[in-house]
C-alpha cells in the first residue's frame, strides 16, 4: 500500500476532491499565464531568460533533493515498497520537506508574482510526479502538493511585492536605506513562508496519524524536518543580492547559493536516518529488555516450581516415613512375633517358609520405603547441613561399587536451604551418571568454602564423553535431571556450572556459587 493511501485517506481522498485540486491548479497556471509579465523590482542584467534559469535551477534542486531522498530510502530499506519505513511518520515528513521554497520567493522578488506561480507549480509537478511514479504517493496527495505549493508561492510573493510598493523604488545607486526595506520585506515573506508551509503539512499529518490538530502541530514542529526547513529558509535573504552582479556571474552566484540548500537537505536525510536508526536501537532495547525481564519471570517461575516440587518431596518422604515406614514396620514385628509363636507349634515345613517369605518380603519393603524417602528428602541435610549430605551421597555411591572419596576445605558459610539443595541436587545427578554412564572405578567429591563463596568439583576417572553430547535421554527422563537440568538448577541459585570432560580421560564437574555476607 502506498503512502498516500493513507494521506488524505478520508474526505480528501474522495474524486470531488481531487476535481478540486486540479481546478485550483488549473485556475493558477491560466492565471498565471494571463497576467504574466516580468516585473523586476531592480534591474536584471540577465533579461528575459531569467524566469527559464530560475525554473531550471527551482526543477534541479527539487528533483535531486528527492532523488537523493529515494535513494536513501533504497539503501536503508532494501526496497521502497511494502517497507515497515512507510509507516514511520520521519519519511512521510521529508515527502513534505520543500527544499525549492526559497527559489519561489526569490522568483517573486526578482520576477514577479506570475513568475513565481509558474516556478512553483512546474517544480512541484516535476517533483511530484516522479514521487508518483515511483509509487511513494497517490493522485490525490500529489495534487494536494502541487495545488498548495502554488497558493503558498501566491501569498508569499504578494506579501512580499506588497510591502515592497510601500516605499518609492529607484535604480540601485548604493543607499542602505532601500535595502534595508527590502530585505525586512524578505524576511517578513519568509516568516509567512514557513507559517504556509506548516498548515500545509498539518492536515497530511492529522490524516496519516488518524489524529487532532494539537498533536498534528506538536509533532511537526519538534520534528528535525521543521528545523531543517527553517534552516533552508534562512538562506532566502542572501539569494536576491545576487541581482547586483552582470550576466554570467549572477548565474553562477545562484548555483552557488544552491549548493548549501542541498547540504542541508542532505543533512535533513542524515539526520532523519540517524533518528530511524536511533527508534529502532530502542525498539531493540525495549525488546531485550522485556526478554530480559519475561526471562527473568521465566526464572522466578521455575524457582518457585523448583521449591514447590522440594516441598512436595519433602511431604511425601515425611508421609511414607510417618504412615507407610511406620505400617511397615508394624508388620514386620507382627511377623516376627508371629513366627516365635508359631515356631512352638508343629507346623508344616511349607508353612514355616511362606511365613518367613512374608516375613523378608516386609523387611525389603520397609528397606524400599526407606530408601525412597532418603531419595525423596534426605534428612539428613535438614539435619546436618551440606557437608553432612555429601558425605553422605559418596557412602551411597560406595555401596553401588564405585570408590568415592569426600573432602571438605575451609570454614563453612552458612547458605541459603534453596542454594543447600540445589548444590546436592547437582551432586547427586553427578554421581548418578558416573555410577550409570561413566564406567568409572573412582570418584573424588571435593566441597572448599572460599572467603566469598564455596566450590565443588566432583572428578571421575571414567570413560567421558563429547562436550556436546547428552546423557542417555531414557535416563534423564526417568531421573528428571540431566545435564540441562544440573545448569537450570546451578542457574537458579546465581552459580557458575562447568562442565570438563574428554573420551576416555574423566569428567570433571565444578560449580562455584558466590556467598555474599552481611
Sequence with gaps: MMIGDRILSSRCAKPLFLVMLCAVIVGLFLWSLLNYHLQPTQPIFYGSRAI?????????????????????????????????????????LLLLFDVAAPVYLVAG??????????????????????????????????????????????????????????????????????????????????????????LISLPVIMQSKHTNLPSALREYVHSPVCRFQILVLS???????????????????????????????????IST???????????????????RRRQD???????????????????????????????????????????????????PQKDREWLANLQDMADHTLESVRRACRDLRPSVLDDLGLQAALEWLCDGSNSRGVASSFICTGQAIKTTPEAEIAIFRIAQEALSNVWRHARATQVEVELTYLPDGLCLRIQDNGC???????????????????????????????????????????????????????
Excluded at 535573504?237 to 542541498?262: G, Q, S, Y
Excluded at 540517524?274 to 522485556?290: F, I, K, M, N, V
Aim: charged letters at 15%; aromatic letters at 8%.
Design 273 to 291: 536516518k540517524l533518528g530511524l536508526r536511533t527508534e529502532e536501537l530502542q525498539r531493540t532495547l525495549g525488546d531485550l529488555s522485556s526478554a
Design 235 to 269: 538562506v532566502t535573504p542572501l539569494l536576491p543580492v545576487v541581482d547586483i552582479f552582470d550576466n554570467v556571474v549572477a548565474e553562477l552566484a545562484w548555483i552557488f547559493f544552491l549548493v548549501p540548500l542541498l547540504a542541508i537537505y542532505y543533512l535533513a536525510l
Design 464 to 518: 567421558g564423553f563429547l562436550s556436546g553430547q547428552t546423557f542417555d535421554s531414557q535416563h534423564d527422563s526417568q531421573s528428571g535431571l540431566g545435564l540441562l537440568g544440573m545448569r537450570e538448577r546451578a542457574m537458579l541459585i546465581g552459580a557458575e556450572l562447568t562442565i570438563d570432560t574428554v573420551p576416555g580421560h574423566g569428567c570433571t564437574v565444578v560449580l562455584t556459587l558466590p556467598i555474599h555476607q552481611n
Design 109 to 198: 522578488d526578482l520576477l514577479g508574482v506570475s513568475p513565481a506561480i509558474l516556478i512553483a507549480l512546474v517544480t512541484q509537478l516535476v517533483v511530484q510526479g516522479y514521487t508518483l511514479w515511483r509509487g511513494l504517493i497517490s493522485w490525490t496527495n500529489a495534487a494536494y502538493r502541487v495545488a498548495t505549493t502554488g497558493l503558498l508561492a501566491l501569498i508569499a510573493a504578494s506579501v512580499f511585492q506588497h510591502i515592497r510598493a510601500l516605499f518609492p523604488t529607484s535604480p540601485r545607486s548604493g543607499t542602505s536605506y532601500l535595502e534595508s526595506w527590502e530585505l525586512l520585506a524578505t524576511l517578513l515573506a519568509t516568516f509567512v513562508m514557513m507559517l504556509l508551509l506548516i
Design 52 to 92: 527559464y534559469s530560475t525554473l531550471l535551477l527551482a526543477v534541479i534542486l527539487a528533483l535531486l533533493g528527492r532523488i537523493l531522498l529515494l535513494r536513501i530510502l533504497k539503501v536503508e530499506i532494501g526496497g521502497l515498497r511494502g517497507s515497515p519505513y512507510h509507516h514511520t511518520s520521519a519519511w512521510r
Design 297 to 347: 519471570e521465566l526464572r522466578d517461575y521455575a524457582s518457585l516450581v523448583t521449591r514447590v516440587q522440594e516441598e512436595e518431596r519433602k511431604r511425601l518422604a515425611r508421609e511414607l516415613h510417618d504412615d507407610t515406614a511406620q505400617a511397615l514396620i508394624a508388620l514386620s514385628r507382627g511377623l516376627d512375633g508371629l513366627g516365635r509363636a508359631v515356631g512352638k507349634l508343629e507346623l
